[in-house]
């Protein structure tokens, strides 16, 4: 008994200062190529789920399929998960920077509209291949790191080139564009 008491006490001692470390990597600027693939990705799926207007995997979701005019748009209101600015700025935010939320609002016409959000009803997605990129690090200044991809597309087409900039906010990775990945 006494030997399992005197294990944990190691343990819990050794377990601070692995935590330690791994905050001081986290925060050392550096980011691993696993990270980069993973924020491409998520990227890519938070774009294409806020031009949907909707989150496949939300929980209890309710959409209203009703299309409106507005300044010449047609709009469709978003599901409940993304109905107002505060609930979609939300799930944006992991993953993008504060500025690429505002600017990529601006862009594609998301709106709030009778207090509920919409986006202009559009085709959606495309045929790259994210998951199968290729990337490398082009430019490496202070809190900002830029990654040259290379996307092959599913049909054939010839590879797309994108340059995705990651931006240090809050001590966290976030892309500085919301239609990076696409």
């Not at 774009?47 to 005019?69: D, L, R, V, Y």
């Not at 495309?126 to 990129?133: F, K, R």
Request: net charge positive; with cysteine; proline share 3%.
């Amino acid at each position: 008994m006494k030997k399992f008491i005197v294990f944990m006490l190691a343990a819990l001692l050794v377990l601070p200062i692995h935590t330690t470390t791994a905050a001081k990597n986290h925060t050392s600027g550096e980011l691993t190529k696993k990270q980069v693939l993973t924020m491409t990705l998520q990227a890519r799926e938070h774009f294409w789920n806020t031009m949907s207007g909707h989150n496949p995997k939300a929980k209890k979701s309710t959409c209203q399929t009703n299309i409106f005019e507005y300044q010449n748009l047609s709009y469709v209101y978003m599901c409940s998960e993304f109905s107002t600015k505060a609930k979609l700025t939300d799930y944006l935010t992991p993953v993008f920077t504060k500025d690429a939320i505002k600017k990529g609002f601006k862009k594609y016409n998301i709106i709030s509209y009778k207090g509920k959000m919409a986006v202009p009803v559009g085709d959606g997605d495309n045929l790259l291949d994210w998951e199968h990129s290729t990337f490398k690090l082009i430019s490496k200044k202070g809190n900002a790191r830029t990654y040259k991809f290379t996307v092959p597309a599913k049909d054939g087409s010839p590879s797309a080139k994108r340059n995705i900039t990651f931006t240090k906010e809050n001590g966290k990775w976030k892309i500085n564009q919301l239609d990076a990945a696409i």
